[in-house]
């Protein structure tokens, strides 16, 4: 969905929040061409902080599409919120619930109406003490497996300089410098067609997992941390430990 295309409170919302990133933010935007202009794409960032949402979402509106984001069932249910939510486009998922395929459902049908649905893989801010990303759930690969659309990754560096998980600390001053990159699609084409088998997202989800990792070093520098293990499938195997760099 372009801007051209745009409902009266999906232009409220932007009314509402873009003028203040402006101010707020001094951005570095990269790669926007991968976010394509028709069809549906899957956008993965990672999960620095609270501020992420209104980053990437002016990253994606910049780039010329309406980012879908996920958010609690609970607070679509919140009186007038949940009511502009709706209208916003953006998707409730019910967690833990034996609703949650509804969640899968709607996402599968915003993908297939052309939508731009950000999901965000580590599903809270990462809990690594220097912000590496963490090892992701599969909702991203399973949907991916499901739909066919391309995986985008989104690096992010700067939003924790907006809000710090770490110290819940709030920059108030203008012009924070944040870099957004987009890169091209993650190569998932060895599992088209594939059951959506355990071993089969996790598979996919640790190799968006590197592509989000490396992106993120190419930006803030350093050398990034080795990959998570996954636990052995064999009976009594140890714990997943961090330490093995991936070969891929």
């Not at 009266?8 to 990269?30: D, E, G, I, N, S």
């Not at 984001?69 to 009186?79: D, N, Q, T, Y």
């Not at 939003?159 to 920059?171: Q, T």
Request: charged content about 25%.
């Amino acid at each position: 969905m372009t801007r051209r295309r745009l409902g009266f409170w999906q232009r409220f919302a932007v009314v509402l929040v873009k003028p203040v990133m402006t101010v707020w933010t001094r951005r570095t935007w990269r790669g926007m061409e991968h976010l394509r202009h028709d069809g549906g794409i899957i956008i993965v960032p990672n999960h620095l902080s609270h501020a992420d949402p209104l980053v990437s979402a002016h990253f994606v509106y910049d780039a010329g599409r309406w980012p879908r984001f996920l958010g609690k069932a609970s607070v679509f249910r919140v009186p007038v919120v949940g009511w502009i939510l709706h209208r916003c486009l953006q998707i409730p998922v019910e967690r833990g619930t034996v609703d949650a395929v509804k969640s899968l459902d709607a996402l599968v049908a915003a993908l297939r109406e052309g939508g731009a649905v950000v999901i965000y893989p580590e599903g809270t801010t990462t809990r690594e003490p220097d912000l590496w990303p963490m090892r992701g759930k599969t909702g991203a690969a399973r949907l991916a497996l499901a739909t066919g659309a391309p995986v985008i990754p989104v690096a992010m560096w700067g939003p924790e300089r907006l809000f710090d998980p770490r110290n819940n600390r709030l920059g108030l001053r203008p012009r924070i410098p944040v870099t957004v990159v987009a890169g091209p699609p993650v190569d998932l084409s060895r599992w088209a067609g594939s059951t959506p088998t355990k071993a089969t997202l996790e598979e996919m989800t640790d190799t968006i997992m590197l592509r989000l990792r490396d992106q993120l070093a190419e930006i803030r520098g350093g050398t990034p941390p080795p990959l998570w293990e996954r636990p052995a499938r064999a009976a009594g195997a140890a714990r997943p430990t961090r330490g093995r760099e991936d070969a891929a």
